[in-house]
């Protein structure tokens, strides 16, 4: 057969996104025999790795070939959730490796045959470890399937591959099924996402988790206070030595009144020529938004989002202006 000769199912292989629209829906279907498929035995396999954790355990997995590559797939997912796991190279395993094997740890076996060379030569060792077992495979009556504890049945009918031999249905299914088990996890334990962001420090998901206002508010210097009673010329000028589009009015305890910025005085300014020379209590906004400096920098993103400020004031927790967020200053927070 010359390269491009083939169809599937009846589409010419010239036509690419037919094909590729052909192999998703095929990969749809397994994965909703999957989901069909799941019931008690996956409720009694979440029991397993609960019990597992609660004892100072982790879960173990081991495949070869691309349920390897699922294994190590799934065990970055489970241990970013807070479900500590590992990957057992089931070559090295039988050569020293088997010494990761603790007591009170869950070994998941991934094979979609269930009969994998390899993996069964794993079994009478495995077998010595107190450890409980759980097969995730296509084939419940198979070596590895029996010799487990459990068995996760993935019931994926065929591949997407035209000849149904390349792993690519079941692949899908068993990377789906590791993430129904990692959330299912993550859920049960009272995962939330400071516990997430603790996994997660860096990047944008660890800034969002992580970052605080008073980590990246304008301070100091570079924040205008002002009394109610100063005139605007001379506000305008505490603005520019601190190089702020607004000054923060405070009363005589420090705490927050209102605020005046550049924006205001363009508009103010076309109907109030004279306006310099009033006091600040006669043109600023009172009571205006404000965060506590305590608050994740990803809520100035929704204060910005759902207003039309250009200027967030942070308060500490007297109600007294101590920083400033500035609409300009959100893309060098990488926040998105």
Known sequence: M??????????????????????IQIEIEGLKCLGDSLGDEFNDVISDLLRC????????LSGIGKSGNISQKIAATLTSTGSPAVVLNSVDALHGDLGI???????LMLSFSGESDELAQLLPALKRFSSR???ITGNRTSSIAMAS???????????????????TA????????????????????????EDFA?????????????????????????IALAKPELSVREALGLMTEARAGCVCIVDDSGALTGIFTDGDLRRKILVDPGILENQLHQVMTRNPISLNQSSLAVEALKVFDATAIDDLVVVDDDGHPVGLIDSQDLPKLKLL
């Not at 954790?53 to 173990?60: I, L, P, Q, R």
């Not at 944008?204 to 008073?214: N, T």
């Open 133 to 135: 077992m759980i097969a």
């Open 149 to 167: 504890d459990r068995v996760l049945e993935i019931p994926v009918k065929r591949e997407a591959c035209p000849f149904n031999l390349a792993p």
């Open 2 to 23: 010359r390269a491009g000769d083939w169809q599937i199912d009846g589409v010419d292989s010239g036509d690419s996104a037919s094909i590729a629209r052909q192999v």
């Open 53 to 60: 954790f609660s004892d100072g355990g982790k879960v173990v």
């Open 170 to 193: 079941s692949t899908t299914a068993m990377m789906a099924i590791g993430d129904a088990i990692a959330i299912c996890l993550l859920r049960a334990r009272g995962f939330t996402e």
């Open 101 to 107: 094997i603790q007591p009170n740890d869950v070994i």
């Open 198 to 222: 603790l996994f997660h420090p860096s990047g944008a998901i660890g800034r969002r988790l992580l970052m605080r206002l008073c980590d990246v508010m304008r301070r100091d210097r570079k």
